[in-house]
């Protein structure tokens, strides 16, 4: 099924621990974000990007690093988890952004021990 | 800047009740995108409705509907004689067409409970 897939959906690391959030778009989306959702703040854009080679920064980008070399795949890297890391990720992905609507991934929950 | 604001952040209420949930938003620009999402206690995130700046008409979907107000910078949402179904955290979010890549801002969320 056409759609955004999201890998692993669940994980724990410890801290100081390296991982890759994986996200993946089969629609041909030009668009596509990372979302954090913390209990009480609603979901928080971490980066961006608007196409293959494109990234830029949301409103919580500390701590994360993406890149986007195809148009299918945009991966969120934490280079040194924190416990305040512990969230649950949403992938997005659009064509047009607002004018089209979003599509989400099925979230990925991290706890950071 | 463009934000998103639920003033509720839980609402209780008795199947069959009638249930309004608020939504108020601030952007500058005179083009923009407002959403509003269902969280079911499952974690995925479910599109209910879409709607542009430019149409002001009040939308109905089954026993949801939606109130769109530009003057008052509001788009709410009505759920009709609840169901135990209805309980999930519901999200508003605003997307900006002048932003670069039309990011969605979202709302803290209203987690409404409806009791049988």
């Known amino acids: 099924n056409a759609g955004v897939t999201q890998t692993p959906k669940f994980q724990v690391l410890k801290t100081g621990q390296s991982m890759t959030l994986q996200c993946a778009q089969d629609m041909n989306h030009e668009y596509m974000s990372w979302y954090r959702q913390d209990p009480g703040m609603g979901l928080r854009l971490i980066h961006y990007?608007?196409?293959?080679?494109?990234?830029d920064q949301g409103e919580v980008p500390n701590g994360y690093n993406v890149s986007r070399s195809t148009t299918e795949d945009f991966p969120l890297r934490l280079l040194s988890a924190a416990p305040s890391q512990t969230s649950v990720y949403f992938c997005?992905?659009?064509?047009?952004?607002?004018?089209?609507?979003?599509?989400f991934g099925s979230g990925t929950r991290l706890t950071v021990v | 800047a463009q934000k998103v604001t639920q003033a509720q952040t839980e609402i209780s209420v008795v199947e069959k009740e009638d249930v309004t949930l608020d939504c108020v938003y601030e952007?500058?620009?005179?083009?923009?995108?407002l959403f509003w999402y269902k969280q079911p206690p499952s974690g995925e995130l479910v599109f209910l409705i879409r709607r542009n700046s430019f149409d002001e008409q009040n939308e109905i979907s089954g026993r949801y509907s939606w109130n769109f107000q530009k003057s008052t910078s509001s788009f709410n949402f009505t759920i009709t004689a609840s169901q135990v179904v209805d309980s999930a955290v519901y999200f508003c979010a605003l997307s900006e067409a002048g932003n670069a890549g039309n990011m969605l801002t979202f709302g803290g969320g209203t987690r409404l409970m409806v009791k049988p």
């Open positions: 990007s608007v196409g293959a080679g494109i990234t």
């Open positions: 952007t500058r620009d005179t083009t923009y995108y």
């Open positions: 997005a992905s659009s064509y047009l952004g607002g004018a089209t609507g979003y599509t």
